[in-house]
């Protein structure tokens, strides 16, 4: 069956400017969850969605949020982009919330944001 | 923050030889998983253990987990050039993976 589906790929944005990047989960999982890499601070978590409500979000300002839709896919926004925005937009997606002992996460390709 | 510290940052081997990548973290766990990402690419999933086991095997690799030391490696035996890539280790205490900073793995044919 499909993977996580990210779109898109990649994208260049200006200062100021807002960006919405979206997420399609693996068929019948309804978990999502936002992940952010960039080479300074690795892997850090953004937000988790299930069953369209926010479970838990990593600490990151109120300029980053996102949401989920009923059929569980997922988009997340940032506003105000500033140059320490630019990265690679991870979404992963599981069948349950959270991490109990047999969840497996998945991961998309990412989206890699440049801000210039 | 990154609850998972992983040893060696970097590992550069003989294609045929094994490799061996050492992740602790801090915290109690639900589950240890260990991702691997080609460079630019996303996460692929290797392999969950859960926090009542200590040993688990899928193909060429071994993951074993130590909980009372709070820590995790990963064997890749018979190692390939397509092997090579960054190696995560990411632990699950309730609500999200924190991962460690990776180790880049080189197989040189």
């Known amino acids: 069956k499909a993977g996580v589906t990210q779109t898109p790929r990649y994208l260049i944005k200006t200062r100021g400017q807002q960006v919405t990047l979206s997420c399609s989960p693996i068929s019948g999982h309804r978990s999502v969850s936002w992940y952010q890499q960039t080479p300074g601070q690795g892997l850090q978590f953004l937000f988790e969605y299930f069953s369209e409500t926010q479970r838990n979000k990593g600490n990151f300002p109120g300029r980053f949020s996102g949401r989920q839709f009923s059929n569980s896919r997922s988009e997340m926004n940032v506003s105000t982009l500033e140059l320490g925005d630019s990265a690679l937009y991870l979404c992963?997606?599981?069948?349950?919330?959270?991490?109990?002992?047999?969840?497996?996460?998945?991961f998309g390709e990412g989206s890699w944001l440049t801000v210039v | 923050s990154q609850q998972g510290e992983e040893d060696p940052q970097a590992l550069s081997i003989q294609e045929g030889e094994n490799a061996t990548m050492n992740c602790s973290y801090k915290t109690s766990i639900n589950n240890l998983q260990w991702y691997r990402q080609n460079s630019g690419r996303g996460l692929v999933h290797l392999i969950l253990?859960?926090?009542?086991?200590r040993e688990k095997h899928s193909g060429r690799l071994r993951v074993t987990l130590d909980t009372s030391k709070k820590s995790s490696s990963l064997l890749i035996t018979a190692s390939r050039a397509a092997d090579t890539a960054s190696y995560f280790c990411a632990t699950g205490g309730t609500d999200k993976l924190i991962f460690g900073t990776g180790t880049r793995l080189q197989v040189f044919p």
């Open positions: 992963a997606s599981s069948l349950v919330a959270g991490i109990v002992s047999g969840n497996t996460i998945y």
């Open positions: 253990i859960r926090s009542n086991e």
